[in-house]
């Protein structure tokens, strides 16, 4: 792609490199310190999601600050007393010290700036798995993960490769299995309190062997709380709800599921289709085997049910609550792995999915919700659609909230699948603990007018690429034949689209302009041979907030880009590499 024959086409609001600042420890892979205002060009739902869109919130801008640590992923933050951070992390290794199924580990993160952390493994390895028929069924990974008076309560779940019964889109450990409970240390992962077994699930039970065993006559291959994680309350759950009759906090935790009586299952350990909640009664005690004992007892969790009430899990009678179980969101083919962090100085919950795409598993969703009650409705802040490519575990650290609680940091791993061969993504995206800074803003109020290509729809052949050259050195979409293109949704109202090309460009070329599909006008680009930055070349259309904006190759355009040698043949027809897109 760096060829200085390919016609490069950038489509842009400015032109800051993201270049990688130096290391400041072994474990350091990336970061840039650069503000570089990004908002997110697809913001549209599809038609039959049809949860609403939020009344105070228009989607998230990208400061463009952001770091990666590490070379593992599975990261969920929680704050010891002291304000040190701490994690789960797995599949992987921190300065050397790794972990994997069934065998995750723990780490500790020091500091306050998200581009300045030390982040280091504490304690051992633990085998999770019990006996060899056991382990060889099951993977073995962390989720819930809570430090509370200095307690920490590390969550794990089952995944399992083979279930005849189901069928989920993603291919990795696609199925989804129970939560196995908590292991619990009072000395910040050194040692561990650990009598949980995969033959005795917390809450639920196994698929098809569980039904086999106990005649029931319902089929719950769906597993509701498979994946928990704890909502993030702050520090040692400063703002949690307390129990007035006890003055003890409650914690809570989301969790991805699906209807237990569908015949086909939709869950893996990224999809699924409602989001459902639980909490607990937290111990004050300091004896970990007692707080052992409590945790991992299913009647002291309770669900929330149909009416509003929270009634005990009654692990006797799952029939009782599948039938009672009410989902806070729901919307078939759109859940994913959740998180759920409560912004103290909005307060708003703010919700965080990802999901992998049920069309293409190399490609993840990532969609962000608010709501003003834990349980109330959810509304929809932006769909990030192919956000950098393949990233989950999608979570907001409370810790990284600004005063304001405008802006705030998502913490994810990306491109588990492709650690050799990166996927293309964006600055500070990879196989790793990665923090990328952004805000929420409101209606109308984008910091900047500056798309990703990631959140654009690719149309007939195109494909995405990586081109250091670029801007943000990100994927780009590559437009080569007829029909060849990329669409999105504008964020503002325009009269002007501009379009940059990089210096030494020989050929001129053209594009044809759609607006909500019909034909708005051709993008003529011409040669910027001789010049020493990139050339603008501007198209006079008139664009409003929510028009879908499409550039492809039609047949009207062939006589002109014919006319480029660097493709031969009659299907090839070469435009470049599209970026970012202004309009003015």
């Known amino acids: 792609?760096?060829?200085?024959?390919?016609?490069?086409?950038?489509?842009?609001?400015?032109?800051?490199?993201?270049?990688?600042?130096?290391?400041?420890?072994?474990?350091?892979?990336?970061?840039?310190?650069n503000y570089d205002w990004t908002s997110w060009?697809?913001?549209?739902?599809?038609?039959?999601?049809?949860?609403?869109?939020?009344?105070?919130?228009?989607?998230?801008?990208f400061t463009g600050r952001y770091a990666s640590y590490t070379k593992a992923d599975t990261w969920y933050i929680t704050l010891a007393t002291d304000g040190t951070?701490?994690?789960?992390?797995?599949?992987?290794?921190?300065?050397?010290?790794?972990?994997?199924?069934?065998?995750p580990r723990s780490a500790r993160i020091v500091g306050t700036d998200p581009l300045d952390l030390q982040v280091s493994a504490v304690g051992k390895l633990i085998d999770h798995n019990g006996n060899d028929k056991i382990a060889g069924r099951f993977g073995r990974y962390p989720c819930a993960q809570l430090m509370y008076n200095d307690i920490w309560y590390y969550g794990t779940y089952l995944l399992e490769q083979n279930d005849r019964s189901v069928y989920v889109p993603n291919f990795d450990w696609p199925i989804l299995q129970p939560f196995v409970g908590f292991r619990v240390s009072d000395d910040f992962g050194e040692s561990w309190c650990d009598h949980t077994t995969p033959e005795d699930p917390l809450l639920e039970n196994f698929h098809d062997k569980w039904i086999d065993a106990h005649g029931v006559d319902f089929n719950p291959y769906e597993v509701m709380i498979g994946a928990p994680h704890f909502v993030d309350f702050g520090q040692n759950l400063r703002h949690a709800p307390v129990d007035e009759a006890t003055?003890?906090?409650?914690a809570y935790m989301v969790a991805h599921g699906a209807d237990a009586q569908c015949e086909l299952a939709h869950n893996s350990w990224v999809s699924g289709d409602n989001i459902y909640l639980l909490r607990i009664l937290m111990p004050e005690g300091r004896d970990k085997e007692e707080n052992f004992r409590y945790m991992n007892n299913p009647a002291n969790w309770q669900y929330l049910s149909q009416d509003g009430s929270y009634r005990p899990w009654n692990r006797d009678n799952l029939r009782e609550v599948y039938s009672n179980i009410r989902p806070i969101v729901s919307a078939k083919g759109f859940m994913g792995n959740v998180g759920l962090t409560y912004d103290a100085p909005l307060g708003r919950f703010i919700m965080t999915l990802s999901r992998v795409s049920d069309d293409d598993h190399n490609r993840f969703n990532t969609l962000i919700l608010e709501s003003d009650a834990i349980d109330g409705k959810y509304r929809v802040v932006q769909y990030l659609k192919g956000f950098a490519?393949?990233?989950?575990?999608?979570?907001?650290?409370?810790?990284?909230?600004?005063?304001?609680?405008?802006?705030?940091?998502?913490c994810y791993s990306s491109n588990y699948g492709y650690k050799s061969s990166p996927l293309p993504t964006i600055g500070g995206s990879r196989y790793a603990m990665c923090l990328r800074e952004i805000t929420l803003d409101r209606k109308?109020?984008?910091?900047?007018?500056?798309?990703?290509?990631?959140?654009?729809?690719?149309?007939?052949?195109?494909?995405?690429?990586?081109?250091?050259?670029?801007?943000?050195?990100?994927?780009?979409?590559?437009?080569?034949?007829?029909?060849?293109?990329?669409?999105?949704?504008?964020?503002s109202n325009g009269s002007t689209l501009t379009v940059a090309t990089l210096a030494g460009t020989t050929d001129t070329k053209s594009m044809s302009i759609y607006i909500n599909d019909r034909l708005a006008g051709n993008l003529i680009l011409k040669p910027s041979a001789g010049e020493s930055g990139p050339a603008l070349h501007r198209a006079d259309v008139k664009i409003k907030r929510g028009d879908k904006v499409s550039l492809r190759i039609e047949a009207a355009d062939i006589s002109v880009n014919r006319l480029a040698k660097e493709l031969p043949g009659n299907e090839h027809h070469f435009i470049g590499c599209i970026d970012y897109v202004l309009m003015e």
């Open 1 to 33: 792609m760096k060829s200085i024959s390919l016609t490069t086409i950038v489509m842009c609001f400015s032109m800051v490199c993201l270049s990688a600042h130096g290391q400041k420890d072994k474990s350091m892979l990336d970061f840039s310190e």
């Open 41 to 61: 060009g697809n913001n549209r739902l599809p038609k039959e999601c049809r949860l609403p869109l939020s009344k105070d919130f228009g989607g998230i801008s």
């Open 85 to 103: 951070m701490y994690s789960c992390y797995t599949d992987g290794s921190v300065n050397g010290e790794g972990a994997f199924s069934p065998k």
């Open 247 to 250: 003055g003890r906090k409650w």
């Open 389 to 410: 490519t393949q990233s989950y575990f999608m979570n907001i650290p409370s810790s990284f909230i600004s005063g304001d609680g405008r802006t705030m940091w998502l």
């Open 444 to 491: 109308g109020e984008a910091k900047a007018h500056k798309y990703e290509a990631e959140g654009m729809e690719l149309t007939g052949h195109a494909a995405l690429k990586v081109d250091s050259l670029l801007s943000n050195g990100a994927g780009v979409a590559e437009i080569a034949r007829l029909g060849d293109g990329v669409e999105f949704y504008s964020k």
